[in-house]
């Protein structure tokens, strides 16, 4: 995105963006908006929709009509027109949206008038961007947008509005101005310590230390809105027919893969999004691993392995007739130290009543075991917590707000400014050695809100938005 020209603060004399805000992608819908924002943004519809009657131009109104070409007075679209007058709009500028047609061509047509007439395409997320220099947002609120754009479970788009509605921005500014309240406590000592009554350094400390749970609580909890933005890569490993696909079959509800009686029978990479208990995943089916001289099979198996490197959990399928076998333990010294690992006994079901399955451990050392049967779906549900649990995803229900990457990092290092105040404090060093440590808390809570940040951080934050946010 190049926006050189666009200064930081209001924008009265700058130009005017447009794009179209709804998908372009995945089917047709039946409406499609292009939305402009800017100085010309009223022009230029005025200059292209032709609105029958006695409609006014007034804000917040919808007039009915057609867009037309200037240049012949041709009708390009039936559509309606929103006008969104300064600062009443999303953008705090003048805004325009025309709702058209769904379908691409008829509104990229639109578009091309629209830019003709003398709007500038928009660049990736410029809408937004021009929101929060315009005072609308702040920078949580914004990127909340942008996550709720992304979302792909309801939970996810849940804890997207809790940040679109601010909950985040109050979290992180409310221990923000503590921290400001504490460091003019500090600096008004080190200016006038003589006018004024002692200050009690035991309490500036304790307020420090809260402020610092808070962060160190907050980026602890990252992790689980980590899983619920980005979703968890499950990969299904095992020996051949001990039913892998069967079990991907079972939690994806449908008939995704192949399954027979054959041993062999997924030689390729099959990934399947889905949504259990509001976590969104991606699981993979992989071809059963074990020595063959079959070219195809073999390189099946190289992606299996793959699969099973990449995966951020892994459920090492078995067949419970045939119990823990040697196979199945090679194949458990393949994953990676770390990753989360259920074993899953399968074919519950073909087990008689009572019977203890050859080998398998009653609670087995190599890692939590679940028993289910990918036929019948007896298991099924306790399959899901298990791996949910494993995976820290267990506690998404009650998350309020959550950190994302950046506001994590920026969260992490506050707390070590703090931690540092603290050492300097129990030194017994003098004020102002401690209100160095304690500024840049300020400065990296600051910088999530979007109160301290510079115009290359807020490039760079924008510029993963989509075209028309
Ligand atoms: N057609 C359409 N739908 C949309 C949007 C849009 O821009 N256009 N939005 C875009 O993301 C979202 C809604 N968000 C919006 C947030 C604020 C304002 C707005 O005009 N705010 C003004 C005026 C509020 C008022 O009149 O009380 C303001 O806050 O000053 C508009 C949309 C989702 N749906
Ligand atoms: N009785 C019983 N049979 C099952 C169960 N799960 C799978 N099967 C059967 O086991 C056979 C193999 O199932 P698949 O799901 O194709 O196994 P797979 O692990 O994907 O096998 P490959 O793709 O060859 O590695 C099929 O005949 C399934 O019907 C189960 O829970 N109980
Ligand atoms: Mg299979």
Redesign the pocket.
Same mark, same amino acid.
């Given at each position: 995105m190049t926006r050189g020209d666009v200064p930081i603060g209001a924008n009265p004399n700058g130009d005017t963006i447009a794009a179209i805000?709804t998908a372009v992608a995945a089917g047709a819908g039946s409406v499609a908006?292009v +939305?402009l924002s800017g100085p010309q943004a009223e022009a230029i519809g005025r200059r292209l929709f032709v609105a029958p009657g006695s409609q006014a131009w007034e804000s !917040?109104r919808v007039l009915y009509g057609h867009v037309v070409d200037p240049a012949d007075g041709r009708r390009v679209d039936e559509a309606l027109l929103?006008l969104?007058r300064a600062? +009443? @709009?999303?953008t +705090?500028e003048d805004?325009v949206?025309l !709702?058209c047609h769904g379908g691409l061509v008829a509104v990229r047509q639109v578009l091309e008038l629209v830019l003709a007439a003398g709007a500038r395409l928009a660049g990736a997320g410029e809408? @937004?961007q021009r929101a929060f220099l315009n005072g +609308?947002l702040d920078l949580t609120r914004a990127e909340a947008?942008a996550e709720m754009v992304a979302a792909r479970s309801r939970r996810a788009a849940e804890l997207a509005m809790a940040g679109i509605d601010g909950g985040l921005q109050r979290r992180i500014g409310g221990l923000r101005e503590r921290l400001l309240d504490q460091l003019a406590e500090l600096e008004a000592r080190v200016d006038f310590e003589e006018d004024l009554p002692p200050l009690d350094g035991a309490l500036v400390r304790a307020e420090l230390e809260a402020v610092r749970g808070e962060l160190e609580r907050l980026v602890a909890e990252s992790r689980q809105g980590e899983l619920l933005r980005e979703g968890l890569r499950v990969a299904i490993v095992g020996r051949p027919n001990v039913g892998k696909s069967s079990l991907l079959n079972l939690l994806s509800r449908r008939e995704r893969a192949i399954v027979t009686d054959l041993p062999g029978t997924t030689r390729d990479l099959l990934e399947s999004d889905l949504v259990l208990d509001g976590v969104p995943l991606t699981l993979l089916d992989t071809a059963g691993i074990r020595p063959t001289d079959d070219r195809v099979e073999l390189l099946g198996i190289e992606r299996s392995r793959q699969a099973l490197a990449g995966a951020d959990a892994v459920l090492l399928l078995f067949d419970l007739l045939a119990g823990w076998t040697a196979a199945d333990r090679e194949l458990r010294a393949l994953v990676p130290e770390g990753v989360p690992l259920l074993l899953v006994g399968n074919k519950l079901d073909a087990l008689p009543p009572g019977a203890a399955p050859a080998g398998v451990p009653s609670a087995p050392p190599e890692a939590p075991l679940a028993r289910i049967s990918a036929l019948t779906g007896a298991g099924r549900d306790d399959l899901v917590a298990a791996l949910l649990g494993l995976c820290g995803a267990g506690e998404v229900q009650g998350l309020q707000v959550a950190l994302n990457g950046r506001q994590r990092e920026l969260a992490a290092a506050a707390a070590t400014s703090l931690e540092r105040a603290l050492e300097t404090a129990a030194l017994g060093l003098p004020w102002d050695f401690w209100t160095i440590d304690l500024r840049a808390a300020i400065a990296g809570l600051g910088a999530i809100t979007g109160e301290e940040v510079s115009e290359a951080v807020l490039e760079r934050i924008f510029s993963r938005f989509c075209i028309g946010?």
């Amino acid at each position: 995105m190049t926006r050189g020209d666009v200064p930081i603060g209001a924008n009265p004399n700058g130009d005017t963006i447009a794009a179209i805000a709804t998908a372009v992608a995945a089917g047709a819908g039946s409406v499609a908006i292009v +939305r402009l924002s800017g100085p010309q943004a009223e022009a230029i519809g005025r200059r292209l929709f032709v609105a029958p009657g006695s409609q006014a131009w007034e804000s !917040h109104r919808v007039l009915y009509g057609h867009v037309v070409d200037p240049a012949d007075g041709r009708r390009v679209d039936e559509a309606l027109l929103l006008l969104m007058r300064a600062p +009443r @709009s999303f953008t +705090r500028e003048d805004v325009v949206e025309l !709702h058209c047609h769904g379908g691409l061509v008829a509104v990229r047509q639109v578009l091309e008038l629209v830019l003709a007439a003398g709007a500038r395409l928009a660049g990736a997320g410029e809408f @937004s961007q021009r929101a929060f220099l315009n005072g +609308r947002l702040d920078l949580t609120r914004a990127e909340a947008i942008a996550e709720m754009v992304a979302a792909r479970s309801r939970r996810a788009a849940e804890l997207a509005m809790a940040g679109i509605d601010g909950g985040l921005q109050r979290r992180i500014g409310g221990l923000r101005e503590r921290l400001l309240d504490q460091l003019a406590e500090l600096e008004a000592r080190v200016d006038f310590e003589e006018d004024l009554p002692p200050l009690d350094g035991a309490l500036v400390r304790a307020e420090l230390e809260a402020v610092r749970g808070e962060l160190e609580r907050l980026v602890a909890e990252s992790r689980q809105g980590e899983l619920l933005r980005e979703g968890l890569r499950v990969a299904i490993v095992g020996r051949p027919n001990v039913g892998k696909s069967s079990l991907l079959n079972l939690l994806s509800r449908r008939e995704r893969a192949i399954v027979t009686d054959l041993p062999g029978t997924t030689r390729d990479l099959l990934e399947s999004d889905l949504v259990l208990d509001g976590v969104p995943l991606t699981l993979l089916d992989t071809a059963g691993i074990r020595p063959t001289d079959d070219r195809v099979e073999l390189l099946g198996i190289e992606r299996s392995r793959q699969a099973l490197a990449g995966a951020d959990a892994v459920l090492l399928l078995f067949d419970l007739l045939a119990g823990w076998t040697a196979a199945d333990r090679e194949l458990r010294a393949l994953v990676p130290e770390g990753v989360p690992l259920l074993l899953v006994g399968n074919k519950l079901d073909a087990l008689p009543p009572g019977a203890a399955p050859a080998g398998v451990p009653s609670a087995p050392p190599e890692a939590p075991l679940a028993r289910i049967s990918a036929l019948t779906g007896a298991g099924r549900d306790d399959l899901v917590a298990a791996l949910l649990g494993l995976c820290g995803a267990g506690e998404v229900q009650g998350l309020q707000v959550a950190l994302n990457g950046r506001q994590r990092e920026l969260a992490a290092a506050a707390a070590t400014s703090l931690e540092r105040a603290l050492e300097t404090a129990a030194l017994g060093l003098p004020w102002d050695f401690w209100t160095i440590d304690l500024r840049a808390a300020i400065a990296g809570l600051g910088a999530i809100t979007g109160e301290e940040v510079s115009e290359a951080v807020l490039e760079r934050i924008f510029s993963r938005f989509c075209i028309g946010k």
